[in-house]
Every structure is written in C-alpha cells, then in structure tokens.
C-alpha cells in the first residue's frame, strides 16, 4: 500500500461536514445529481456519529453510522448501522478508509456493528464476518405451483394510506427475527418514500395488507417492472416485492399466493429471501425459483461480553473461547460463556479453551445463521477439547435463519 496521505485527518463528523458528505457519496457511488435524493441521503445522515477524513479543507473519506436496534437471537441490541462509507476516487487505495475504520471501532459506543458491503472483500479485515446471507429469487411464476392456503381479506392501497396497519404487523414480528433492523424516526417515511428517483421507469410502490381472524396479519410492498419476453411480449413484466411481513406461515403463503398470481406478470422478483425461505419448500417445482445466493448482512462484535450477554441460546452452554481481535484487543484473549434459553453471562477467564477463533468468525456465528462447525469445517474455529465443537454449535444456532427486509 503507498504511504498514508501524511496532512489527512481523521476526526468525528460535525453538521458542518454535511454539504460536503452528500457530493462525496454522490462522486463515489457514481449517482447522477438528483436534488430530492440528495436531499433524502442529507435527512439520513447523522453526522456527529460519523468519522471523516480531510485533507486540508476537502472531505476526502466518509464512514457513516446510523442508530437503530438490531433483532439478535432471543433479544434486541443497538447496533451501528455502518453505512455510507466512500472515500474520494482521488484519494483511494492510501489507508483512508482503514483509518476511519479504526477510528469507527474504537469509538462506536454499541456492542455490535453491522453493514451491507457494496464489494464483499473490503470488511473481513476490519473483523466483519457475513452473519446473514441472503437469496435472490426470480421466479417464473407460470411455472411455479403454490398449494392452497387459508384465504384472508386482501386490502390493497398505497403504502401511505396502510401505513398505520404496516407499521404494527412489522412492529408485532420483528422481535422474533434475528437481522431485522428497527425503524425509528423518520426510517418508516425512507423505506415507504416513492420519490421519482427511486421508483424510475417502475410502477408506483403498491400495498396490500392481509386480515385474518384477528385483524391485519401479513402485508406486501411491491413495484412491476417491464421486462422482455420474446415468447410473449405482452406477458413480460416482473413483479418485483420490496418487503413481505407475515405473522404466521399461512399468512405468508397466503400473500405469496397473491403475489404469484397478480396478471400479466411473466415473473415475481424478491430480492431479500431468507436462506430458509419457505417458497423453497412450498413451491412444486423449486428449479424454477430462480434463486441465487447472495452476501447480505456483515456484523462485526465490538464489544464481546456485551454482545455474547444479550443474545440467547437454544441450549444450555458452558464453554470457553479463545479469541483473537487484531484491531480491538480488548475483546483478545479467553472469555467463559455461559448461557442457555433465559439468559446468559460472558466473563474473562484463566481456564483453559475449548475453542478457539477470530473475532470476525465470531461476528459470523452471532445471529445463528452460519454454524460454528461450518467454520470450523473451513479451518476457521480450532476445536482445542474435542467433543466441545458440537454442543457449542447447537447452542449457537437458532431455529429461524436471519434475515434482512432493507439494505441501510
Ligand atoms: C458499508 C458501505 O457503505 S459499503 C460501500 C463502500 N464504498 C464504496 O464501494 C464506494 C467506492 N469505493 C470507495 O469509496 C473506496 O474504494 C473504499 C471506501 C471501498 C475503500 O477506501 P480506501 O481508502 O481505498 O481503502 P484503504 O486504502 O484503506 O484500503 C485498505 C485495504 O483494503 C483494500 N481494499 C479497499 N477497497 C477495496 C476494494 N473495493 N476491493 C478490494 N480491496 C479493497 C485495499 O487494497 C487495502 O488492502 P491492503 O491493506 O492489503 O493494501
């Protein structure tokens, strides 16, 4: 790597920094200038969380982080939404974003931190382990055979005019999903905005909330898309669902049923499906899913007593863990973790380990969805007791695959 750029400094953002930040991401993400998106990306910013580097009087790195709460197995725990991170096309490839990071770790006051990477190889060596991939679905949906469901009352509307309904279903679920982030303040009027910039050639964001026995149980954003279909020209558009919240299995096949069979749509296009999607599992043929998986939610611990505390374990466990953290020692060294369904402690040890491993293998592990043994499979996690690998995997998975409804 050259040298660090010697005059640049790296410091805590301030208001001041905003007119600056917003060109700066524009510049590095390649968006064309748009005043309602650039206005939208300016109300997201919380700039006294973020780190800049400057060079003189120019802004030429911005590390972003937003305030929100993540759903972890059995719990909720703030986490840094890590975010808008760009560094000047002049300045790259010197250190600049390795320094914000460092700067970003040391300071971030939450135990957790997660990020979507627009290239997965930047964050693995800042201690970011991919805690959550995701599929890409495209179905052919004159291919695909749903089975019957239980049919609810389907009420469509635009997202506005349901939001009260949204906003309660999503309220009532997301606890219980490990990878769902919270939507304080303005992020309900971020995920429901369908500005021009966003919507682009596409159909307005369209709604449709379910109810069943006991009011709203399940609702569905989605937009159509023009396609081609040489076959059928007339019959090529893909649907494409941006967030399906469902409190039940039978409410989401319900919905699914719905959205696989609205007309003139050659396909249906979810492009946040769990690993453990259940269209998987219900659909006649699942060839014809079309599904493609992804890197989605990275997460890095900050703070490994407080992460490992918050989150529950289906099983009981009792084990000690070496870890390794080049960029944060304090979390280095042994920690005895001791825990099960209703709680758990984490505390510095001098006992020998049984496992031993990376923080970032670590952050890989937490939401339960990439078990320890599959590490370990890769010669990530040293089994140092043996027959200690296998209760720990057990108690470190969860019965729900994580999932995400947003990039962030
Ligand atoms: C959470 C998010 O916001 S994801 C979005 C990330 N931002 C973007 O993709 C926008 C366009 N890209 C950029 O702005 C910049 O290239 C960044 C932010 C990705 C990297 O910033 P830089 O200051 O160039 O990174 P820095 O010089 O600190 O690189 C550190 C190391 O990571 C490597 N690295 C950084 N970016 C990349 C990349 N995109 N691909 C491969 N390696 C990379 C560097 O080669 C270097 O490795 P080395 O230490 O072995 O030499």
């Given at each position: 790597m050259p040298p660090i750029l010697p005059d640049i400094a790296v410091r805590p953002g301030t208001e001041a920094d905003l007119d600056a930040i917003v060109p700066l991401l524009f510049a590095a993400f390649h968006d064309a200038p748009d005043a309602e998106r650039e206005a939208a990306e300016r109300s997201k910013t919380e700039p006294a969380r973020s780190v800049v580097a400057v060079d003189g009087g120019t802004l030429a790195g911005h590390l972003g982080s937003f305030a929100r709460d993540l759903t972890v197995p059995g719990g909720i725990v703030p986490a840094a939404h890590v975010t808008q991170v760009a560094v000047a096309p002049t300045h790259r490839r010197r250190g600049v974003l390795t320094r914000m990071m460092h700067r970003h770790l040391a300071d971030a006051p939450e135990p957790i931190a997660v990020l979507w990477a627009s290239e997965g190889r930047i964050y693995p060596r800042y201690?970011?382990?991919?805690?959550a991939p995701h599929l890409t679905v495209r179905a052919a949906t004159r291919e695909v055979r749903l089975p019957d469901g239980v049919p609810g009352r389907l009420r469509a509307g635009t997202p506005l005019s349901l939001r009260t309904e949204i906003t309660e279903v999503f309220e009532a679920v997301r606890p219980g999903r490990p990878g769902w982030s919270s939507r304080p303040g303005a992020w309900w009027d971020h995920r429901l905005d369908d500005a021009a910039w966003i919507r682009g050639r596409d159909t307005a964001l369209r709604a449709v909330v379910r109810e069943g026995e006991h009011g709203v149980d399940g609702y569905a954003l989605w937009r159509v898309t023009d396609g081609e279909n040489p076959d059928n020209p007339r019959i090529s558009a893909t649907l494409v669902v941006k967030e399906l919240v469902a409190a039940t299995a039978a409410v989401r096949l319900d919905l699914w049923r719905f959205l696989f069979g609205v007309d003139l749509i050659a396909h249906v296009a979810y492009h946040r499906a769990p690993v453990d999607e259940p269209l998987l599992y219900l659909a006649d043929d699942p060839g014809w899913l079309g599904t493609r998986w992804e890197h989605g939610l990275w997460l890095r611990v900050l703070d490994v007593p407080a992460a490992l505390s918050a989150r529950r374990y289906p099983l009981p466990v009792d084990v000690v863990l070496e870890l390794t953290d080049a960029l944060l020692p304090r979390n280095g060294g042994r920690w005895r973790l001791r825990g099960g369904p209703d709680g758990a402690t984490c505390e510095r040890t001098e006992a020998p380990a049984a496992l031993a491993l990376d923080v970032r293998d670590l952050g890989a592990a937490y939401l339960g969805g990439t078990p320890l043994a599959a590490l370990a499979g890769a010669g990530l996690i040293e089994e140092r007791v043996p027959g200690t690998l296998a209760p720990a995997n057990a108690a470190f998975g969860w019965h729900r695959a994580p999932s995400m409804l947003e990039t962030f």
């Open positions: 201690g970011y382990g991919l805690a």
